[in-house]
Each structure stands twice: as structure tokens, then as C-alpha cells.
T-cell receptor, first 114, second 114 residues
């Protein structure tokens, strides 16, 4: 089983649509969770961290379910500029030599069309 | 100016050649990482370094070596390149604090081994 698994998509949605991505992780001791965004042929960049209580940043909402080891990202009112690959990222441990290491999912491709 | 830079940006080489990819950062971060990205496999960690005297293998270190010449510089070498090392390579950095989980990526090096 992969440490971090995502549905690779692609998701093709019209502008204005709401789209949700899901991600599961295998290590129940994982401490920190993130969504990164990667544009075509560019480097990944942090989109948002994911907190246990859920968090929102504008049109983006992230949720964490520790019991199910499940993370989600909801994008409302999709824009053309949201087209990208969304990477689910997990920090598997909080301490020792694992500190700072991240495990990346393979990414979910989103295309928003007019 | 970019905070994390990589050279070269593109490289085509032949099987058996020695290749060095270089990474420099101006963020003042102690931690540096090398990843490779392949379609459908996401980002995989090759090596990481938590300070100048610290070097650690990641999940796919075979066939690679690294050197941390200074806090700001972390280079990746392929001693004898082979075609399945064709990939997009990213360098990344992160800070040392408890909340410094975000990694900042360079623009990537596209390597093709013929």
C-alpha cells in the first residue's frame, strides 16, 4: 500500500463548479498534512496546511479525518487559474530524523474549462 | 531573484556519463532535499541533509550521491547515468523550527539520459 494515495483524475470541470479531492495515508502516526499545488512543468508550492479542525482559505477548504486517515480538499467556484495538479502531502512523524521529511501523493490533475 | 535555484535547468546526456546537478538557496534554511518526479509516481525523496555535516538517504538513493558544500549549497551526482534516471529533479529547502514543515522548491532540472 502506498504511504499517500490520491485519485489521479483527471478531473475536468466547468468554471464555477465545486470539486473535491480525496487522499488517504497509511501511517497513523502522521502529524502534519498539507496540500501543494503544481502547475505544469513548474515546482510544487504550498497551497494550504490541513488542521484537525478543518480550515478554509477563500474558496479552498481542507479537512482531516484522523480516524479514517483521510484528507480532503474542496474548491468552490472553480476558476480557470485553478487548473493544476494538487498534491496531498504528509509529514509521517514529528520527531527524530524524520522531522521535516514529507511524503507526497502522486497528485490529482484538475482542468477547469470555460 | 529566486530563493532556490537549480542548475542546469535542462540536460541531455548519454548512458555512463557522470552528471552533477546543483542547488543553491538564499533562504538561510538548514534543511535541503533532493527529489525526483516521474509521471504517475509523484515526488520521491533521493537524499536529504539537515545541516552541513548531516547527509541521509531517502527512499531511492541507489545510483545517486550528494554533497553539502555549505549551508546554501547541496549538489546531486549521478556517477554513471542510466536511462531510467531520466526524470524531473527538484531541490527543496525547509527551516529548522517546530512549525517549519513547508518546503520551498527550486524550478527543477529536466534530465534525459539516452
Amino acid at each position: 500500500r502506498k504511504e499517500v494515495e490520491q485519485d489521479p483524475g483527471p478531473f475536468n470541470v466547468p468554471e464555477g463548479a465545486t470539486v473535491a479531492f480525496n487522499c488517504t495515508y497509511s501511517n497513523s502516526a502522521s502529524q502534519s498534512f498539507f496540500w501543494y499545488r503544481q502547475d505544469c512543468r513548474k515546482e510544487p508550492k504550498l497551497l494550504m496546511s490541513v488542521y484537525s479542525s478543518g480550515n478554509e482559505d477563500g474558496r479552498f477548504t481542507a479537512q482531516l479525518n484522523r480516524a479514517s486517515q483521510y484528507i480532503s480538499l474542496l474548491i468552490r467556484d472553480s476558476k480557470l487559474s485553478d487548473s493544476a495538479t494538487y498534491l496531498c502531502v504528509v509529514n509521517p512523524n514529528a520527531g527524530g530524523t524524520s522531522y521535516g521529511k514529507l511524503t507526497f501523493g502522486q497528485g490529482t490533475i484538475l482542468t477547469v474549462h470555460p | 531573484d529566486a530563493d532556490v535555484t537549480q542548475t542546469p535547468r535542462n540536460r541531455i546526456t548519454k548512458t555512463g556519463k557522470r552528471i552533477m546537478l546543483e542547488c543553491s538557496q538564499t533562504k538561510g534554511h538548514d534543511r535541503m532535499y533532493w527529489y525526483r518526479q516521474d509521471p504517475g509516481l509523484g515526488l520521491r525523496l533521493i537524499y536529504y541533509s539537515f545541516d552541513v555535516k548531516d547527509i541521509n538517504k531517502g527512499e531511492i538513493s541507489d545510483g545517486y550521491s550528494v554533497s553539502r558544500q555549505a549551508q546554501a549549497k547541496f549538489s546531486l551526482s549521478l556517477e554513471s547515468a542510466i536511462p531510467n534516471q531520466t526524470a524531473l529533479y527538484f531541490c527543496a529547502t525547509s527551516g529548522l523550527g517546530a512549525g517549519d514543515n513547508e518546503q520551498f522548491f527550486g524550478p527543477g532540472t529536466r534530465l534525459t539520459v539516452l
